[in-house]
């Protein structure tokens, strides 16, 4: 196993094949159209959720576009971190998959929970320092990636 | 005002829809998924595709991860006309910053008021 | 013989103890506990410490019920699946019994009773103490998700036990005594490529079936010699991948005699997926229901093999395949034990 260059002989790359294919036989696949139903209709619903406060914020708040989408945003951040609190977000999650992990709401449950979850190892380097776990790895390549629009964007404008 | 709602509800359902897909079928770890939404976001943001999606199922493109993406995208773009070079930098955080301010405001007070529960 | 000790001295399996959290007292052996626990944090402030708890509390319950004091236990071998078995240790310093620790993710029941058997068979000490402890909410933490992060369980995934078990060992002929173990078969680590964290049943399942087949062909036994062949946490699909493998090597199992108890110690309404595991699982199941079946007489001699997947966060992170191993020990009931029973 040392060898990087080592290939597993034909006979025990027989008995790899052979054990895989046995346990993508024996092992029981997810319900493919429950799951995508569950993630759409939820994920869908969420984001009617969203569209129901950007026209509150804008029909009665008085907000431009920019403030009612704001607006959307924090109030969705801000449910499901009481949802995360309650302990209902992660039937939810449980329930609907990525109709819950793909909207905004589940960037929030991904920073809460893990807030919530290392609180006991102290406010800095638990709570303060595991926010991120999950939801850093998201900034990161998000950021990073509209850096890199940006520079291209300030070099040769489109 | 019924007709944006369905429009949001149809794309918002589509594409969490598509993320399922994915869990499903390639056993993609939902961070994995989420990274690929936003940097998605970012890149149909840049080439012009996802404006015009936004522009027409409104929250339905705005609330899933992707429209973060589009919103940094769209952040950097206006900095850069505003400022400059340096926009690059300080756009896409700009334009996102409400979300992931409250994500984190919120978070760490949820952190100090409740406790996980054992399932 | 590789890996088969026969006990000469035939050690005696004297008492069991099995403490076990709220969700495993509702599974259909909720009552052959010792105590159901119905505060998942056992009245302390974090997981790590309720664990710490559950396995204090079922050596404790252990040396009592066996009527003997700390004191006259010589050695206590235990772990758990925590980083550095700080449940065990942990629980240890407050036992006082001198310790050794041991880490076969969740085989460490069977390591521990398979050491403890044959330090007690050679002579070395009197009386041990084995145990093992697993708690889901500790364990979730360290090697999957924050308990309130929504994320979706796969069929394949298993339920973490909470709970721990323990077995007290001994020579001594004046202690009553349930069942004398006559062999061990020390496992060895097998791979078959598995990958999947969330498929442990089928990452193990390999190791279980060579244990087996070597523990078979040194023994010169068959299947059919055993009233009860117990796995430890192979769950669904690492159960119905054992009995194939079995059946691939020629020596088939016999369904109705060979149970697995991840499957029993949950009950499919439960919504646990494939079923149950951890270091916990097999050690109430075999500390409560199955010591009591041997009690009883209803099953005269079993083989409890307790099987483990030795990954960690990192090595799952870098890609590695998941090693698997499991240790055998083959315990008889006591009508048969020599001395006073």
């Known amino acids: 196993m040392f060898d990087k260059n080592a290939k597993p002989s034909p006979r025990r790359q027989q008995q790899l094949d052979r054990y895989k294919q046995l346990v993508e036989r024996m092992s029981p696949n997810s319900d493919m159209g429950k799951g995508l139903l569950r993630a759409f209709w939820v994920g869908g619903t969420i984001c009617t959720l969203g569209q129901a406060l950007q026209e509150i914020g804008k029909a009665w708040l008085g907000m431009n576009n920019t403030a009612a989408s704001t607006f959307c945003s924090t109030v969705l951040v801000f449910l499901t971190a009481l949802l995360t609190g309650l302990g209902v977000w992660d039937k939810i999650g449980q329930y609907a998959g990525a109709g819950a992990f793909v909207p905004i709401s589940g960037f929030a449950n991904a920073m809460v929970s893990p807030a919530m979850e290392f609180r006991r190892e102290g406010l800095v380097l638990g709570l303060g320092a595991k926010l991120f776990t999950i939801a850093g790895p998201v900034l990161v390549w998000g950021v990073s990636a509209s850096v890199i629009v940006g520079i291209i964007y300030a070099i040769w404008p489109w | ?119 | 013989m590789q890996g088969t000790i026969e006990l000469l001295r035939r050690p005696r399996l004297c008492m069991g103890a099995a403490i076990a959290g709220k969700k495993e007292g509702e599974g259909p052996l909720g009552t052959g506990y010792d105590q159901v626990i119905e505060d998942d944090l056992f009245g302390e402030e974090s997981w790590e410490k309720a664990e710490c708890r559950f396995f204090y509390t079922a050596c404790d319950t252990c040396i009592r019920k066996a009527g003997l004091t700390r004191e006259q236990v010589d050695v206590l071998l235990g772990g758990d699946l925590l980083n550095q078995i700080t449940s065990a240790s942990m629980a240890a310093r407050e036992l006082k019994i001198p310790f050794l620790g041991l880490y076969g993710a969740c085989s460490t029941m069977a390591e521990g009773l398979c050491i403890a058997a044959m330090l007690v068979d050679a002579g070395h000490v009197r009386t041990a103490l084995c145990a093992a402890s697993s708690h889901f909410c500790s364990a979730e933490r360290q090697y999957r998700f924050p308990l309130e992060y929504g994320n979706q369980r796969t069929p394949t995934a298993q339920w973490t036990v909470t709970g721990s078990g323990a077995s007290l060992i001994s020579s001594d002929e004046s202690l009553p005594a349930i069942a004398q173990c006559t062999h061990v078969t020390i496992g060895r680590v097998t791979d078959l490529g598995v990958a999947d964290a969330n498929n442990m049943g089928a990452a193990m399942a390999p190791a279980a079936a060579d244990t087996l087949a070597r523990h078979f062909r040194d023994t010169h036994r068959t299947p059919g010699d055993y009233d009860l062949i117990i796995t430890g946490d192979l769950g669904q699909v690492g159960h119905d991948i054992l009995l194939e493998l079995m059946r691939q090597r020629g020596v088939p199992l016999i369904t109705e005699r060979y149970i697995d108890c991840g499957l029993e110690v949950f009950s499919p309404g439960q919504d646990v997926h494939a079923g149950g595991s951890g270091c916990g699982c097999s050690a109430i199941v075999l500390n409560s229901h199955i010591l009591e079946r041997i009690r009883r007489g209803e099953v005269h001699r079993v083989l409890f093999m307790a099987t483990g997947a030795l990954l960690s966060t990192t090595t799952s992170q870098q890609g590695e395949t998941i090693p698997g191993i499991a240790h055998a020990i083959v315990l008889e009931g006591c009508s048969a034990c020599s001395g006073a029973s």
């Open chain 2, 1 to 119: 005002m019924l007709w944006s709602f369905v429009k949001a509800f149809a794309l918002g359902g589509a594409l969490c829809a598509i993320g399922e897909f994915l869990v499903l079928k390639t056993k993609l770890t939902p961070a994995r998924i989420l990274v690929g939404y936003i940097v998605a976001g970012v890149i149909l943001s840049a080439t012009g595709l996802y404006g015009p999606l936004a522009e027409f199922a409104g929250a339905g493109a705005t609330v899933p991860l992707t429209g973060f993406g589009h919103a940094l995208t769209n952040g950097v773009k206006k900095a850069v006309q505003e400022i400059g070079f340096m926009g690059a930098f300080t756009g896409g955080l700009t334009s996102t910053a409400a979300g992931i301010a409250a994500a984190v405001f919120f978070g760490a007070l949820a952190a100090m008021v409740f406790k996980p529960r054992p399932k």
